[in-house]
């Protein structure tokens, strides 16, 4: 059987706002799950339209696309366009759970929830001829499934060929996740088995790994062995975990002796009236200084996760949450401004008090306003939003907080990391454009090289750094 597998890209592709080098992150790791049930004899074409053209003159018998809000339409034109030469169109993924009735009508079968348990059973159908509409995922296990199909990720186009999920979902509720509402009617967060995981991690070539869990602390018991059976395995790796995750116990020295170097952290606001109106308990009275500070002392680096626009924010937030970041020596900042995915609690409670502005899907990217602002206008918060990033990536302000650790390496680390990430476009643009994007993976390794307590070691003399910047070579 001829398989087709897209990942089609999102609108903004097109828009001057395209970063390539955001896109050309992490491969289409849903899909190559996915392939694991086909059968080695099925000729599959995996195509993942952030870095490649797509090819849609082809027949294949059976089309399967991963549908997430912001490529929808175009996932939609796609499909219909598949179903009209003949071939059997499958649709899934979070918006299709989120939305099936505005799904189905482009799908010859839709899928809610997560794939591993539906796909096969629909593959078992399809190859009878009795295929189902809909698709619902009710078993919720990871246990033992086939190894995911990496041959078929062109590594060469992506700065992160190795991600990795070990673990699907999380323990708590915010009511802006998107979460709760695709692991509805099942285990919302469960883990693979040790033994599992560990022998994924075997299977990946080189040092770096990028765990895309939402909490890779999330469960205490399997983490600590995760950590465990990784100790001695040479490897360097980001992941993401809560505020009070890394607080608690001694989880994260043992994330960090197996080689954990950077996280993702959900601060998302220091307003405790927002967090409750967030359902995001686990953040309340949590020190997030300490937070920060252990982290540190660990070596390990901080991308700080930010939302704005949430109902207690008023025009001081911008400046208050860049300051903050900046004296913190928060290495990268992810600023998102709030938004209501269909299927939360959020998009529940907006809709009922009749503050959704519009249902134009590709607008919900995290970068525009698609709801009724209470403190701030929407353009205040768009533009607070904007001024937010502007701020941040200043080259003042990534020597500031780099120059706020104690190590020096550690300073150097995060001037390369921030400094590298979002200062060197053209740089990432010709990587791409060669196909040479996997080629800088060693350099990345060396940047998440571990940072000793207190480590002296003068790489580099960092005055040196503070004189390019007083001089303002840069
Ligand atoms: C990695 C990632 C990215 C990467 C790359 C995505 C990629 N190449 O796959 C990058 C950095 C590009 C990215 C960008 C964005 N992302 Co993103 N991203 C993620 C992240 C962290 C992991 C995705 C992942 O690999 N999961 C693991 C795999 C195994 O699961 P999966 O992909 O969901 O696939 C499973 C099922 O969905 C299902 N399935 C999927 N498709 C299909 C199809 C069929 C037919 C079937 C049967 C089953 C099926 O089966 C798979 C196995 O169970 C998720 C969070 C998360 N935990 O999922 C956010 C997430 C998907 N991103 C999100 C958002 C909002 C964005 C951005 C809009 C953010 C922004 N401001 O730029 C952009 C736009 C992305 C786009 N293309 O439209 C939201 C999506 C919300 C929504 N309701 O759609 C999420 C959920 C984050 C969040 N917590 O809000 N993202
Ligand atoms: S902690 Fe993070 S992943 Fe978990 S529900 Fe909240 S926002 Fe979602």
């Not at 200062?423 to 060693?442: A, G, Q, R, S, Y």
Request: with cysteine; glycine share 6%; hydrophobic share 35%.
């Amino acid at each position: 059987m001829k398989v087709k597998m897209i990942l089609p890209a999102l609108a903004e592709a097109e828009s001057p706002f395209w970063r390539p080098i955001k896109y050309s992150l992490f491969p289409p790791l849903g899909l190559a799950t996915l392939a694991a049930y086909l059968s080695p004899d099925d000729e599959i074409d995996l195509q993942d339209q952030h870095v490649e053209t797509l090819k849609l003159n082809d027949n294949p018998d059976l089309v399967i696309i991963q549908v997430y809000i912001t490529n929808a339409y175009r996932a939609y034109k796609i499909a219909d366009h598949y179903r009209e030469q003949g071939a059997y169109v499958i649709l899934g993924g979070l918006h299709v759970t989120s939305l099936p009735h505005e799904a189905a009508p482009h799908a010859d079968s839709i899928f809610l929830g997560p794939g591993e348990e539906t796909f096969p059973r629909f593959l078992k159908d399809f190859r009878n001829r009795t295929p189902q509409k809909v698709y619902n995922s009710a078993i919720r296990t990871l246990d033992k499934i086939p190894p995911i199909r990496r041959d078929l990720i062109k590594r060469n186009r992506y700065l992160v060929p190795n991600s990795i999920v070990v673990t699907r979902g999380c323990p708590h509720h915010c009511d802006f996740c998107y979460k709760d509402a695709f692991f509805e009617g099942g285990k919302t967060f469960y883990t693979q088995l040790v033994d599992d995981a560990l022998a994924e991690i075997e299977r990946l070539p080189g040092r770096h790994l990028y765990f895309l869990d939402d909490h890779l602390l999330g469960n205490a018991k399997f983490a600590t062995e995760l950590f465990e059976g990784m100790k001695g395995m040479n490897r360097v790796f980001q992941a993401a975990a809560t505020v009070d995750s890394i607080l608690r116990g001694n989880l994260i020295e043992k994330a960090a002796e197996a080689g954990l170097r950077s996280l993702f952290v959900g601060f998302e606001t220091f307003s405790p009236v927002n967090l409750k109106q967030s359902n995001k308990k686990q953040n309340l009275q949590k020190d997030y200084i300490e937070a920060v500070n252990r982290l540190h002392s660990l070596g390990i680096m901080i991308n700080g996760s930010f939302v704005f626009g949430l109902d207690d924010d008023d025009k001081d937030v911008f400046k208050r949450t860049v300051d903050w970041g900046v004296q913190n020596s928060i290495t990268t900042s992810t600023y998102h401004v709030l938004t209501p995915y269909p299927g939360t609690k959020l998009y529940k409670d907006m809709e009922q008090q009749g503050r959704i502005l519009t249902k134009n899907w590709d607008l919900y990217d995290t970068r525009n306003v698609v709801y009724q602002t209470t403190k701030l206008t929407a353009d205040e918060l768009k533009d607070g939003y904007n001024w937010a990033y502007k701020e941040f990536y200043s080259w003042e302000n990534i020597f500031k907080a780099s120059l706020n650790h104690e190590s020096h390496k550690h300073k150097l680390k995060h001037l390369m990391y921030s400094g590298g990430w979002k200062k060197f476009e053209p740089v990432w643009n010709f990587l791409i454009k060669t196909k040479n994007l996997n080629n800088i993976l060693p350099v990345l390794e060396s940047v998440l090289s571990k940072v000793k307590p207190k480590d002296n070691e003068l790489l580099i003399n960092i005055q040196s750094i503070e004189n390019v910047k007083n001089s303002q070579i840069l």
